[in-house]
């Protein structure tokens, strides 16, 4: 998708309370489809409660950029992608989902589908929002769980077995034991593009069960998910919420999906006023472009020079667009994947484009991050007795930053500076707003984490720096080695202080 050309397509931007939706289709489509994707979002976020003891939170719009036809992302990603959630490539990173409509599909089937695929996305969001270092089977398990939500006058159906998964229906070897699925990795469950659903089936099999099998399960499964919620290790959540059923709970999931009736939740549900659209544009021809830098940014796999590629195309699309500066800027810290520092230009680019939009929070994130990566040294790593030399002459940006920021990616890069520069004072705010909307994210954790050290809180720095391996090693396959090391200094100034000593 990253090598996409939207050329003559029109694009625009839908805003609702919950969505903010990005698409090249035609206006009424637009509005249409905001609409329905704001219902959705709400009435989950309503219903998400059935199994999630949720904490209350700011709610806080989901990016979503749902194009016309779904060639481009099968292109990408394979055949049977219809859409997933990712990470905006731009600086200040932040959640964003990916949807198409199913072209082949008229009619019901395909709003059927993209309901499907849109509800499976959001829920990742919220199980991101509200819990912490869910395993890779109750993430997916949880999505399945919920796409298949469907609202009827009056009633909210959830629970019902994804029909994209007949095939599996009468299957029982093609399926992973109940153990092995708990085990399995991201890149085990979901092989993303290859046709290959039985890690998804097993995982809504198995969330399923324990959901709505009876009562009994029920109970200690919302117990486990407040576990979850709570910050508990994983192995200890489902130990003391089914330890003593698990013998038990893996006979009765082997042959769980054989049952000729499984329970459904049909609840009394009457949707509460959905805000209709709030604002609408449409995009410039370089906004258009940069979309696809974005999603370039984002690939893991995207090769050398594919989003300068993408830029190459904005350029030649809207030579006069301002934000061209900063999307240069951009290019030159991440398309470089092999160089250890941004470039020196990038800076200069940044500082020209706020020259001119002063108010643009992601330029400003971006300044101040090429200028951390500059002054602060790679074998830095925060617990050091002297801030890095040259950290103070950058506060000038950071409080640029701090007059426009508010995600929590632009939060909790003011408080890592701050952290760094041995101002805990200054930077517990922050990490404290950016946890307050994004509580599952381990790199805000982590800046909690030093900011407490310099606090001279050596036990609450442990305690958070753990959750913060933890929430990391959810979301990647190996945790910095910075980041372990600064757990052990924790550890260690802890230690200290509980034997007496300074």
Same mark, same amino acid.
């Given at each position: 998708?990253?090598?996409?050309? =939207? ?12 969505i903010?939706l ?17 219902? #959705?979002?709400?009435?989950l ?8 003891p ?7 719009p989901?990016r979503?950029?749902?194009?016309? %036809?779904?060639? &481009? ?15 905006s490539?731009?600086? %200040? ?8 409509e ?5 009619g !019901? ?15 990742? &969001? ?9 395993p ?12 298949t939500l ?14 994209? &998964?007949?095939?599996y ?5 093609a ?10 990795k991201? *890149?085990?469950?979901s092989?993303? %593009?290859?046709?290959?659903r ?5 995982a809504?099999?198995?969330?399923? #069960?324990l959901?709505?099998? @009876? ?5 200690r ?11 508990r290790?994983?192995e200890?959540?489902?130990? !003391?919420?089914f ?11 082997? @042959? ?13 549900y009457?949707?509460?006023? +959905?805000?209709?659209?709030?604002? *609408? ?5 370089g906004?258009?472009?940069?979309l ?5 940014g ?19 699309a809207?030579? @006069?667009?301002?934000?061209? #500066?900063?999307?240069?800027a951009? +290019?030159?810290t ?9 470039r ?22 971006g300044l ?7 002054? /602060?040294?790679?074998?830095?790593i925060?617990? !050091?007795s002297l801030?890095?030399?040259? #950290? ?9 930053? /701090?007059?426009?920021?508010?995600? =929590? ?15 805990p ?12 909307? !994004?509580p599952?994210? %381990?790199?805000?954790?982590?800046t909690?984490a030093l ?9 609450e ?14 979301d ?11 757990l052990?200094r924790y ?12």
């Open positions: 998708m990253a090598h996409a050309d =939207p050329g003559g397509h029109a694009w625009r931007e839908v805003r609702t309370d919950r903010l990005v698409t090249d289709m035609d206006g009424d489509d637009a509005r249409e489809r905001a609409r329905e994707f704001e219902a #959705l979002a709400s009435a976020a309503d219903l998400y409660t059935l199994v999630v949720r904490r209350p939170g700011p709610v806080r989901i979503i950029i749902d194009m016309a %036809g779904c060639s &481009d992302m099968r292109a990408r990603y394979g055949e049977n992608v219809g859409g997933f959630m990712t990470g490539g731009d600086f %200040g990173s932040e959640r964003l989902v990916v949807t198409c199913w072209g082949e599909l008229v !019901e089937a395909n709003r059927s589908l993209r309901t499907e695929v849109l509800v499976h996305e959001l829920t990742h &969001d919220l199980n991101a929002r509200y819990l912490f270092n869910l890779p089977w109750l993430e997916e398990g949880l999505a399945s769980y919920y796409e469907q609202l009827k006058e009056g009633v909210a159906i959830v629970g019902q077995p994804p029909p994209m &998964d007949v095939r229906w009468k299957e029982v070897s399926l992973p034991s109940m153990s092995r699925l708990m085990a399995m991201y *890149e085990e469950l092989r993303r %593009g290859e046709g290959d039985a890690g998804y089936f097993a809504w099999k198995l969330t399923h #069960l959901a709505n099998g @009876s009562q009994d399960h029920h109970r499964f919302r117990r486990m998910l407040a576990a979850f919620a709570a910050g290790d994983k200890a959540a489902f130990r !003391e919420s330890g003593d059923i698990a013998d038990r709970l893996a006979d009765e999931y082997r @042959s769980y999906h054989l049952n000729r009736q499984l329970n459904i939740w049909r609840l009394g009457r949707r509460a006023a +959905v805000g209709g659209v709030r604002s *609408e544009r449409v995009l410039r021809p906004e258009a472009q940069a696809f830098i974005e999603l370039a984002s690939e893991r796999r995207a090769g050398p020079g594919t989003m300068k590629a993408a830029l190459e195309r904005a350029e030649r809207d030579a @006069s667009w301002p934000r061209l #500066l900063y999307w240069r951009l +290019v030159q991440r398309d470089q994947t092999r160089e250890k520092k941004p020196p230009q990038a800076e200069a680019l940044l500082r020209q484009y706020l020259a001119r939009e002063p108010n643009d929070a992601q330029a400003w994130m101040v991050d090429v200028q951390m990566a500059r002054v /602060v040294p790679d074998w830095y925060g617990v !050091e801030p890095p030399s040259g #950290l103070q002459a950058i506060e000038k940006d950071v409080i640029g930053l /701090v007059r426009v920021g508010s995600t =929590p990616s632009q939060l909790n890069t003011i408080g890592w500076y701050y952290a760094l520069l041995h101002r004072q200054t930077g517990l705010n922050f990490a404290m707003r950016a946890l307050e909307i !994004e599952g994210d %381990g790199d805000i954790w982590d909690l900011l407490y050290f310099h606090a001279g809180r050596p036990a720095a442990v305690a958070a720096q753990r959750r913060a391996v933890a929430l990391m090693a959810r990647s396959v190996s945790v910095q080695p910075k980041v372990r090391a600064r052990l550890e260690q100034a802890a230690a200290a202080a509980h034997a007496g000593h300074p």
